[in-house]
């Protein structure tokens, strides 16, 4: 069980806005950055969103991120049948031994 | 153009050893942190090492700590893991990965395409 909890299933419609959340605790998402990741079946991750909130490149705006206190989410409007895929929220984990902590990931379904 | 490429996965028997390797190019790896994330079959992203650019600071998650070894060779561009007393559980797709800083931060910008390891009898 990861000390980060993602819902495992979120779902949409063409058009719409779907929000997937992220939380934690004040040992990680409270105090530090958040990453959100796309996978598609049979491929690596990609990073989407950095620093909470920040795009990384190339990717569109439908996509945004946010947190506050020790809760987190991406948000994807304007949803398209290509945006289905496994999101995953990632941060840092001061506890831990290590470093990095997955939230267990949210798979969306576009209907 | 960033590339990340894995090797040395396979089918190894429960309790023995196995050493994964990471072929960077395409950036300044001695200005990086590195780490290895892997992915159970039908699994989430589990983060399993990561080592620092000059290799000064290194972690590992809890399930590995004591059985895996993070290392790297900043003159091969190169990263590896070495992995011993393996078990079941560590069946896996191990990537290697890049930080956007060169100290760990958790901002993966660049995966490898994996490498599959199958612990079994």
């Known amino acids: 069980q990861s000390v980060v909890t993602q819902p495992p299933s979120a779902s949409g419609t063409p058009g719409q806005r779907v929000t997937i959340s992220c939380s934690g605790s004040?040992?990680?998402?409270?105090?530090?950055?958040v990453y959100w990741y796309q996978q598609f079946p049979g491929t690596a991750p990609k990073l989407l969103i950095y620093g909470n909130s920040q795009r990384s490149s190339g990717v569109p705006d439908r996509f945004s991120g946010s947190k506050s206190g020790t809760s987190a989410s991406l948000a994807i409007s304007g949803l398209r049948s290509e945006d289905e895929a496994d999101y995953y929220c990632?941060?840092?984990?001061?506890?831990?031994?290590?470093?990095?902590?997955f939230g267990g990931g949210t798979k969306l379904t576009v209907l | 153009e960033v590339q990340l490429v894995e090797s040395g996965g396979g089918l190894v028997q429960p309790g023995r050893s196995l050493r994964l390797s990471c072929a960077a190019s395409?950036?300044?790896?001695?200005?990086?942190?590195m780490h290895w994330v892997r992915q159970a079959p039908g699994k989430g992203l589990e983060w399993v090492s990561g080592i620092s650019s000059k290799s000064h600071i290194i972690g590992y998650a809890d399930s590995v700590k004591g059985r895996f070894t993070i290392s790297r060779d900043n003159a091969k561009n190169s990263l590896y893991l070495q992995m011993n007393s393996l078990r079941a559980e560590d069946t896996a797709l191990y990537f290697c990965?890049?930080?956007?800083?060169?100290?760990?931060?958790?901002?993966?910008?660049?995966w490898g395409q994996g490498t599959l390891v199958t612990v079994s009898s």
């Open positions: 004040s040992s990680n998402i409270g105090n530090n950055y």
């Open positions: 990965a890049k930080d956007g800083y060169s100290s760990s931060s958790g901002e993966i910008d660049y």
């Open positions: 395409g950036f300044m790896f001695d200005d990086y942190a």
């Open positions: 990632a941060t840092w984990d001061e506890r831990l031994s290590g470093y990095v902590v």
